[in-house]
């Protein structure tokens, strides 16, 4: 077994890496826990030494007591004014994004058979019905076709239970491309609002307090 690690610097993302909104390359990040590389690993994880002291943070959900960001998020409509990234809740209901970031990673070629997996911790952030946060991963070609799509977090949902100074990191399950996967892989973390589905343009504007953050590390391409 052959795997493509990916992990991140402090000066800058890597070479066909992008992102939109607030994103940061840290070594740790304190907010209730501290988030630190390499700390409160889930038991049974490995992290191989190609790992890094920093971290790729989506997001930033510090905020005042009112819940109001100190880092404005960036709003995610499609190009027909809808919310671009959204939860089908399948009954009836479905939460839609307003405001958070992005990471993305472009022209990545995922072999016949390979998979990706990736390391993360979601600093939850709204947590009072119907308004929500949540964590996805997604992997679209070039023509916009969403292949893979995961959404492994959310505020609406139970937190996990932290302990000790850190919060732990957490491996998604490796993620099958059966027959390979040329594209773009993105993670995305959005505040978002329960609504019935289809009523999307009525989503509130206090949708956006008390953002999350995506802690995400060592991304592997595994063959």
Known sequence: MAAIVQTFSKKKLPAGFG???????????????TAKDRQNVEPGLEVLPQTSGFFCLIDDPRCNNNGIRKTA????????????????????????????ARLYWANVHVPPGGKVQFHYIFLRGQWNNPFNAFAQFLAVRANGEIVRKSTFAQTRGPGPAESGQYYRWRAHEPIPFPEGFDGT????????????KGDFLNVHPNTDCYPSGLAVDF???IS
């Open 19 to 33: 992102s939109q909104g607030p994103v940061s390359l840290v070594d740790s990040f304190q907010w209730g826990w």
């Open 73 to 100: 998020g960036v709003s995610f409509p499609d190009g027909q004014g809808r919310p671009e990234f959204f939860v089908d809740h399948n009954d009836g209901t479905v939460t839609y994004s307003n405001c958070g």
């Open 185 to 196: 892989l993105q993670w995305v973390v959005s505040n978002g609002e329960r609504r019935n």
């Open 219 to 221: 991304i592997s391409i």
